[in-house]
């Protein structure tokens, strides 16, 4: 046996390991948001509908929510928009839009053209509620649970099949 | 118009890369002279062209271009000028470029310098970077374009990163980058030796002053990292055993191993395969950093957004590159045989053991990082390792390294002689001992059993590393920039020793019991207690402690801990205050109310924390002397008689 081999022998089995690491990782990125689990971080941010009234979250327990961050600079969530509309149709979790570092009135134009989804929108102008939920990108949706408790969050555009396979069996009960 | 062109010329550099991969290894191998005189021009090509994109993304930055879906996500209107450009390497795509424009520059530079090496095997080493580049490239242009538009333009950018906002982050990729990069000329260098079969000591004085350089990059941006995020951004320590660090660290110090293990090839000869294998897996390690950083296998406080399909190009990238090159070095190393042999004694031992020991070390931190992925693969669920498993076992192969380094300094080649040099190792021991017992029991106090131990070594090595330049000096003897260069490398690495060793022994933590107006001394500081008061945050309230902190009579500054209540779960944190003061990091934590207006308080004070970071900038210093040693610039006309036979090998 040559023992030159060994060393291309063991980066194979490397290889292998790392093959089933990626695998794994679609998942476990999930698993691994360390939000997940846990109680949703407390805010306090003022509505866009009307900047005086401050929404604080501990008003939206009690009952499943989806909390959806979006911003008109983001050109996904442009794309993304029907699909909340129709969730919105749905009628069965009320959409909570997190307004991430916009222009008010932009953002206004942006609902009244497209169509509102939300019951609420919040605004966070500075960033900072956003650091708290771990925000990567906009779009990012969170489910969040009655007892305010974190329980999926989908990175990207929600698409049909998420709403369908992870974020209606959670609110039905069916998954956990 | 621009970003089209930007992604235009990204096109034409990753056809002009894969031209410049086939001149330089087709080349040669079919000899054919033309081909191989073409693989500088294609290597210009790319570069102008890498040059040219990277250019076309940073005015797509300058001008606010928000229709880039890059610069959207990562700058804004208001972003300073400065971090309007450092933003180019604030997200995977940007650094992707970053890389890719590294390597061009580091293939540039073996370009200009190769006029002094046999033209085939230039031509090869051009080759295989060329391979590189061609990878990376095109990892880039099929999954993490930085051109990609955005329709329509977004009216403003999301902004940088904040944390990414900071002089020193915003300086750290390029340099850890320009680390990491360079090994990949080490693995060129190993390859095209491979390809070509000659694997005499020549390659060997080819590599080292690359390889030099790059490890003195890879140290100055690790340091760099951990200064800036663990001083500036205050998280108490300087290094955390997270995967993200580990990937530039594991590279570093196989890198170390291979900067020792050349020389001895260098110089004696001995350890070609070995060396062979060290270069491959330097560079290799670099790329398993990247991957395991970016593919989202591991989690990481670091990470950039994880994307698999992007880990499932580079994994397969991977298997190409060093699969291959594994393979190149299963075939061709069994073909060299040493010719010289050594005794016991001899520096060639230490170098060995230098060897064995930091390889060990690399394969503990990669194994505690990879840990998770294998219980992962083996269905053993969720695992973690973190300093409980890196600390002991990093110390294991570490102290015998440190130790051994003293006395290899003193050993001569070939010949294991170290008796004549008895006494001259047994008189620094002694000094070194007493210095460090003066130290340990002097100036600081209740030591750990390994503190005098560690600090006696660390001394040692300083004091070793002196008696050869002093007795040059002694005599008159010129000072070689090579031996200049090792000995402040080695005695950075006896600062680092000293350091570290006084973090890990003489921190200081007490909790002690304060009623306002009453003070106390922890490790040198006084701290007045001034009192409390309320303060609300945006979903919290807060008791906001303030304490007067004095170092011998003279005022540093006031700290003011906070105990934050959450409004909704009621949930208690405490956010703790942090300060540098004279190289000393200085933590406080605010406890419990212990009633009439008393509070407990956690305090911590790490001594010498500075000097690590400074060790690791030694260290650096050192490399980048010993790399311009003039010894290395001697064309391969003038090296071919005497010093080297070619042992030319028949494949």
Known sequence: ?176 | MLPELGHFVLILALLLALLQAFFGLAGPALGRERWTGAVSAALAGQAVMVGTAVACLVHAFVTDDFSVLYVAENSNSALPLFYRVTALWGAHEGSLLLWILLLALWSVAVALRSGSLPASFAARVLGVLGLVSFGFLLFTLATSNPFARLEPAAPDGRDLNPILQDPGLAVHPPILYTGYVGFAVAFAFACAAMLEGRLDQAWARWTRPWTSWAWAFLTCGIALGSFWAYYELGWGGFWFWDPVENASFMPWLVGTALVHSLAVTDKRGLFKSWTLLLAILAFSLSMVGTFLVRSGVLVSVHSFAADPSRGMFILAFLIIMIGGALTLYAWRAPLLRSSAGFELGARESFLLFNNVLLVTAAATVFAGTLAPLIADALNLGTLSVGPPYFNPTFLLSMLPLVGLLALGIHANWKRGRLRDKQRLLLVTALVAALLAAGVAFGVYSGPHVLTPVAMTLGFWIALASLVDPLDRWRRGLSLPRAVLGMTIAHLGLAMAVIALTTVQSFTVERDVALAPGESARVGGYELRFEGVRHVEGPNYDAIAGSFALTHHGQPVRTMQPQKRQFWVQHQVTSETAITMDHGNNLLLALGDDLGAGRWSVRVQVRPLVTLVWLAALVMAIGAFIAASDRRYRVTAAALAPGTVLPERVRG
């Open chain 1, 1 to 176: 046996m040559n023992r030159f081999l060994v060393p291309l022998g063991l980066f194979v089995l490397l290889a292998v390991v790392l093959g089933i690491g990626i695998r794994h990782a679609p998942e476990k990125g999930i698993i691994a948001s360390p939000l997940l689990g846990k109680p949703a971080p407390e805010f306090a941010l003022p509505a866009l509908a009307d900047p005086t009234r401050t929404v604080r979250s501990q008003e939206l327990r009690g009952r499943w929510y989806l909390l959806n961050v979006w911003g008109t600079w983001c050109a996904e969530c442009r794309a993304e928009h029907a699909m909340l509309l129709r969730v919105k149709q749905a009628g069965l979790v009320p959409l909570i839009g997190l307004d991430w570092k916009d222009d008010e009135q932009q953002a206004q134009a942006w609902l009244s053209q497209l169509g509102n989804p939300y019951e609420t929108v919040i605004v966070d102008r500075s960033g900072r509620a956003a650091i708290d939920w771990g925000v990567y990108g906009a779009p990012e949706t969170f489910l969040v649970s009655p007892a305010g408790v974190v329980v999926y969050k989908h990175v990207g555009a929600l698409t049909e099949d998420t709403w369908a396979r992870e974020i209606l069996p959670r609110v039905q009960g069916n998954k956990s």
